[in-house]
């Protein structure tokens, strides 16, 4: 029998699938571990959008989306439940997009900008709206763990677009 009650007994930081799925650890900060991966996610995005070129960051990403199917799956195995809130990479791969879709608007307001992102992306994130909620529920998997940051990230891009037409004009 499986010890259903404590599942983050089965995971260890010094397994690379663990280490990654776990946001660096960042996910097993609490309360509020999506947060704080977002955060984290937030604060590497920053850092590799300063040293890298927007197309490699893109590529980059799209990359770590594949790769977190297979982290978030493997670790969400490992623990014994899906979706556990310390597995975070989907949440860095979110918070990437949006990043991502806000580059080069704001960009004299890089601090604002970033804030607003994030903010929009936890909104999303906490209270997926349809479809992601429906997407959250139905694939239990790697990719399903996946996908419903993806599209609070979409959500997110969106709001922020509409936001920025709105000060611009």
């Known amino acids: 029998m499986t010890d259903i009650a404590s599942p983050l007994k089965r995971i260890s930081l010094t397994n690379p699938v663990h280490l990654l799925a776990t946001g660096l650890g960042s996910g097993l900060i609490y309360p509020a571990p999506g947060t704080w991966g977002s955060l984290a996610g937030l604060i590497i995005g920053i850092l590799l959008m300063s040293i890298i070129s927007l197309k490699i960051f893109i590529i ?18 490992d623990m014994g439940v899906h979706d556990h ?19 080069g608007f704001l ?35 790697g990719f399903g763990i996946m996908v419903d940051d993806v599209l609070a990230a979409l959500y997110a891009i969106v ?7 709105i000060v611009v004009l």
Not at 60 to 77: E, I, R
Not at 87 to 103: C, H, S, T, Y
Request: charged share 15%; aromatic share 20%; net charge negative.
């Open 85 to 103: 809130g310390s597995i975070v990479w989907d949440e860095f791969v979110g918070i990437w997009l949006v990043q991502i879709g806000m580059a």
């Open 107 to 141: 960009a004299e307001h890089l601090i604002l900008g970033n804030a607003l992102v994030f903010g929009l992306f936890r909104l999303f994130d906490i209270w997926k709206p349809f479809p992601i909620r429906y997407f959250d529920k139905k694939l239990e998997n």
């Open 159 to 165: 709001v922020y677009h509409f936001i920025f037409s």
């Open 60 to 77: 980059f990403t799209a990359v770590c989306f594949v790769l977190g199917c297979y982290l978030c799956q493997k670790t969400a195995d």
